[in-house]
């Protein structure tokens, strides 16, 4: 079993539309997660960054961790053709230790 | 924001050369950076810490002498591919940590072997 599960998609979704891309995980060390959008070919953008249970927002952007299911997700309101990318999950336990990946979600958003 | 720059983008080399890749951080220092390999459409594999000061960390599998790191200052880390064979060729990416957020990934570098 990864440590960090995601569907790889693709996804595809109309403009405007709400998004929710999610992930679970398997280690329990786990304190903090982060969603990141990475284009092709480049760097993954750090989008959200959280710490133990509950929601952020950020502008169009709502980061979800349930630490009692495991569950990550990341919600996206009126998305933008803009938006297509991948979408990676991460976790890791805290300080610099290492940060485990999901294999990411393909996201397309048609005009 | 914290900004991480790698250089080379895009790099072709021959068979047996060495490539190094450049990771900068310009705005913040960095006792640690990461070194990470991805191949198409798979996760980013973390390869090694790289430790200012002293020798990097290796993940399991990855062979220290092939992908030696260096990281002489607190802003430079440097990766370098020895002897590239076709096999090596990858999306190579680095990564730090400016302070209490996420980690911050330079553009990454494309290598190709030929």
Redesign the interface.
């Known amino acids: 079993q990864k440590e960090?599960e995601q569907d790889?998609g693709p996804l595809s979704v109309p403009e405007g539309a709400i998004v929710s891309l999610n992930c679970t995980y398997s280690n329990s060390a786990f304190q903090?997660f982060?969603w990141?959008r990475q284009y092709s070919?480049?760097?993954?953008?750090?989008l959200?960054?959280t710490y133990s249970s509950g929601n952020k927002e950020d502008g169009r952007f709502t980061a979800q961790v349930d630490k009692s299911s495991k569950y990550i997700s990341l919600f996206i309101r009126d998305s933008q053709p803009s938006d297509s990318a991948t979408y990676?999950c991460a976790g890791h336990s805290g300080g610099?230790q290492?940060?485990t990946?999901?294999?990411?979600t393909k996201l397309q958003v048609i005009p | 924001g914290a900004v991480v720059s790698q250089h080379p983008s895009r790099v072709i080399c021959k068979s047996g050369t060495s490539v190094k890749i450049e990771c900068r951080s310009l705005d913040f220092q960095a006792t640690t950076m990461f070194w990470y390999r991805q191949f198409p459409k798979q996760s980013l594999m973390l390869m090694a810490t790289s430790n200012e000061g002293s020798k990097a960390t290796y993940e399991q599998g990855v062979e220290k002498d092939k992908f030696l790191i260096n990281h002489a200052s607190l802003t430079l880390s440097t990766l370098t591919v020895t002897s590239a064979h076709p096999e090596d060729s990858s999306f190579y990416i680095c990564s730090a940590r400016p302070g209490e957020v996420g980690y911050t990934f330079g553009s990454g570098t494309r290598l190709t072997v030929v």
């Open positions: 960090v790889p903090y982060m990141y070919r480049k760097g993954p953008e750090l959200m960054y990676l610099y290492k940060v990946f999901g294999i990411g």
